[in-house]
């Protein structure tokens, strides 16, 4: 039913809205208060004279100080990149048929999560205890083509990348495990239907729509292993904290040099939040683009080029 529109009939005026926010007295208080705090606390901190600014400004930018600033960062690369090749293998292990690779999978995962990390690093630092020496050549006893002394092998650094890389992979395989579940299970079926190749739906189908699901917690995972890598400081590695360790030894200055430790840390990771913050918008607004790219990798196999 269509209603017409009086011509003879006067609109009335549209009214001005005179909306007013309710004061809200409580908000202001609490507001007051917090600053207040703030402020106090920012001034305790900075004239505090026990605190020695003076040897802060002057160890922060110290070449030994950088140089384990620079080692805490190949640390949290090398550790991402590896710990994220694992979970993505384990992830896909425990997605397949197969018992054998499931079952591999979940001790995998199970064990890593369930023991500390800090005493992975340790198991690591002292593998040499267990197996003296690790060679290449025929099993169970047999000659030995190549061979090399564990202590020689397993230096701190090693050790510390095998600790945070092989315990990070079983955190990373719980995440691309909850990314590729993410997916519509449609978008598989439809590749198998066309003559897909598992591999092929994983790499062309699957794994590029799960990635909106991974970047935020690979980001936050990232983010923590910056933080993680201090832990390596008990193994005597060479990183920021364990720099900072010798050096307070030294000079004495024990808080100075944890609160420079702790500035190269907000540092590191403020960079890596803004640095997260552009990716995940970037894969927001490429979304809709996926879709396209999706149905694009589709098509050769629609024309039977499979």
């Known amino acids: 039913m ?9 609109e009335a005026p549209e009214l001005p809205i005179d909306a007013v926010r309710p004061p809200r007295p409580g908000r202001w208080i609490v507001a007051t208060a917090a600053g207040a705090v703030l402020v106090w ?3 305790t901190v900075i004239v505090n004279e026990n605190l020695h600014w003076d040897v802060i400004a002057e160890y922060l930018t ?12 190949q640390l949290t ?25 499931r079952g591999a999978s979940g001790l995998y995962t199970w064990f890593f999560r369930g023991t500390p990390l800090l005493v992975q690093l340790i198991f690591w630092f002292n593998i040499g205890l267990v197996f003296p020496t690790f ?16 202590n ?13 890389a092989i315990n990070e992979g079983a955190y990373m395989a719980e995440i691309v495990r909850a990314g590729i579940r993410s997916v519509d299970p449609g978008q598989r079926e439809a ?3 066309i003559g897909m190749s598992h591999r092929q739906v994983l790499r062309r189908v699957v794994l590029p729509q799960a990635m909106r699901v991974i970047i935020p917690p690979t980001g ?15 193994i005597a590695g060479a990183e920021l904290l364990t720099v900072s360790q010798r050096i307070y030894l030294g000079n004495f200055e024990v808080i100075a040099m944890l609160i420079v430790a702790s500035i190269w840390y907000i540092v590191l990771t403020t960079v890596a939040s803004v640095g997260q913050h552009f990716v995940e918008k970037r894969f927001e607004r490429g979304h809709h683009a996926l879709q396209v790219r999706v149905r694009r990798n589709l098509r050769p196999f629609s024309r039977g080029n499979v």
């Open 2 to 10: 269509e209603v017409t529109k009086d011509p003879g009939a006067v």
């Open 41 to 43: 606390l920012a001034y």
């Open 62 to 73: 110290d070449g030994r100080v950088l140089g384990g600033l620079w080692v805490t960062i």
């Open 77 to 101: 690369v090398l550790s991402m990149v590896i710990g994220l090749a694992l979970g993505v293998l384990a992830a896909v292990m425990q997605l397949s048929g197969s018992p054998v690779l």
């Open 135 to 150: 060679g290449i050549g025929v099993p169970f006893d047999g000659p030995k083509l190549v061979e090399w002394q564990a």
């Open 152 to 164: 020689e092998l397993i230096t701190p650094f090693t050790a510390a990348l095998l600790g945070l």
């Open 191 to 193: 590749a198998e239907a």
């Open 220 to 234: 936050n995972q990232f983010i923590s292993m910056l933080k993680t890598t201090s832990m390596v400081s008990v």
